[in-house]
């Protein structure tokens, strides 16, 4: 059974960074799409970063083109979301999310109903 453990987050100051850590355990990363989601206080989760399990494809979110990047080493079996350029409206509780995808498959899952495992979540502050 797959286990995603989200690390990484924390308090930083606007146009700071984190990076935060998607880590699995106890199935291989290499056949699974990976998603990162985030919910505000009192909203619905949203797409953030998604890449799908050949790491050949990425999309990202409008909100966070050009500031948020996401990467996969499935050496280490962890996805990781690098997040520079940070400002107040980031902040939110982060989420990645898998499911199954064959390598020889291109598209990129960036629906939360594509989504099947899903990790507890990490906070993430942005504020001076």
């Known amino acids: 059974q797959l286990q995603l453990v989200e690390s990484g987050g924390g308090l930083v100051q606007p146009g700071g960074s984190l990076r935060l850590s998607c880590a699995a355990s106890g199935v291989t990363l290499d056949y699974y799409a990976i998603g990162w989601f985030r919910q505000h206080p009192g909203k619905e989760r949203e797409g953030v970063s998604f890449i799908n399990s050949n790491g050949g494809g990425t999309k990202y979110a409008d909100s966070v083109k050009g500031r948020f990047t996401i990467s996969r080493d499935n050496a280490k079996n962890t996805v990781y979301l690098q997040m520079d350029s940070l400002k107040p409206e980031d902040t939110a509780v982060y989420f990645c999310?898998?499911?199954?995808?064959?390598?020889?498959?291109?598209?990129?899952?960036?629906?939360?109903?594509?989504?099947?495992?899903w990790g507890q979540g990490t906070q993430v502050t942005v504020s001076s």
């Open positions: 999310a898998a499911t199954v995808q064959n390598t020889a498959e291109h598209y990129v899952f960036v629906e939360i109903k594509d989504y099947d495992y």
